[in-house]
């Protein structure tokens, strides 16, 4: 009985360890080095996960899929082969990038399965509290950033270790679906005046749009709460001031006449992904060729204009579905397309409360979260937020009808 209670203490710590690697550790990594882009500080969460792994496999066995690996080496090939026919449609394309991040992708593709192995591990109880920690830790985090923004104590509205509103929110995000699909109907109301407060204060439009879903998937079945909600969001912009309507406004207007940079960077990175596809016959430039290969396209031009000559999120691209079709062409249309089926299912769970467990309910909150970096505001394909979501992904196809029929059981 002792040594039961000592392991889910042990698992606990290692679930608490675990998350603080791969989201906190990650992004503080980031802002400390001042890296480009969230390559170089992942690699530190990757082989902090990978220490981890090694001590806690030495009492516990993990296996991968053999089907995952299956599919993993196939798609490879297929990345590896369309960036063979791309180099000849494209002369200067860049074989170190391109090797380097595969290897990398092999790496967090490797470990994302023993990732959602060693959730599973982890009681219903516990996993809740870590959870419902993280979402608190985030929320403090939020909280004090936003004060230190209001005082200017900060540049650039970096939020203490993250460089920018956008980071906290993909970070955030699933933490508080998580957090107002579980809590009471109390806390539940609570945790996303705090988010919608945070996200208009701060003005952050990724974060705004990320808790408008999920109010929608909250209250589908209270239309009358989630219209409210709304509308209280839309006092609290008025309350606000000009200033903030229009700070959002502006990026909303995603138009040929917007002269606001970071709806320019979102057309341009759409307009590029639609010149990329044509001009390489629907194979796309290449993975992690974008920024590299391809058009420029005028609204990148009219953006360099404004900004004196500067070319902004070149390789990311703006949203990583736009990224994706640049890269990958028709393959990255059916990935897509794969997400947006997959999509729709998850969101009827959540409309339906068929969610059964605490982990599955946390990975369907990061897949369903996953879109906002998708569509409205991304950061390529290594950051901590698109691990997670390969987690996800190996525990919905290979672990969740597993965990249903032993629930069911």
Known sequence: ??????????????????????????????????????????????????????????????????????????????????????????????????????????????????????????????????????????????????????????NNKSMIIFSEPSHFAFVYLPFLLYRAYSATKNKRLLSILVGLILAIE????????????????????????????????FIVINIAGVDKIAYFTDRLQITSQTSNISALVWLSGWERAYLSFFDSYGLGVGFQQMGIIGQIGKYMNYLSGIIGGEYLNMFDGGSTGAKIIDELGVLGVMLIVVYLIYFFRIMKSFVTNKVSSNIELFLLSVYIMFSIQLFVRGIGYFSPSAFMFFVSIYWIAFKRNLVKKAINK
Not at 203 to 231: D, F, H, P, Q, S
């Open 1 to 154: 009985m002792n040594y039961i209670k000592k392991d889910i203490v042990v698992n606990k710590i290692f679930f608490y360890i675990l998350l603080f690697v791969v989201y906190i550790l990650d992004n503080a990594a980031f802002v400390v080095l001042k890296a480009t882009s969230q390559k170089s500080s992942m690699i530190i969460g990757l082989v902090s996960c990978i220490f981890i792994f090694i001590i806690i496999g030495e009492k516990k066995v993990f296996t991968i899929n053999k089907r995952y690996f299956t599919i993993i080496i196939c798609l490879l090939i297929v990345i590896s082969l369309q960036f063979i026919f791309s180099s000849v449609i494209f002369a200067n394309v860049d074989m170190q990038r391109f090797i380097s991040s595969c290897l990398l992708m092999i790496i967090v593709l490797a470990i994302a399965p023993l990732f959602a192995d060693f959730m599973e591990l982890v009681d219903e109880i516990s996993f809740n509290e870590v959870i419902n920690f993280a979402y608190c830790f985030m929320t403090t985090i939020g909280v004090i950033s936003l004060l230190l923004i209001k005082f200017n104590l900060v």
């Open 202 to 233: 701060i003005e952050n439009l990724t974060l705004l749009v990320g808790i408008c879903l999920i109010i929608i998937l909250v209250y589908w079945k209270k239309k009358r709460m989630a219209i409210t909600i709304i509308c209280i969001g």
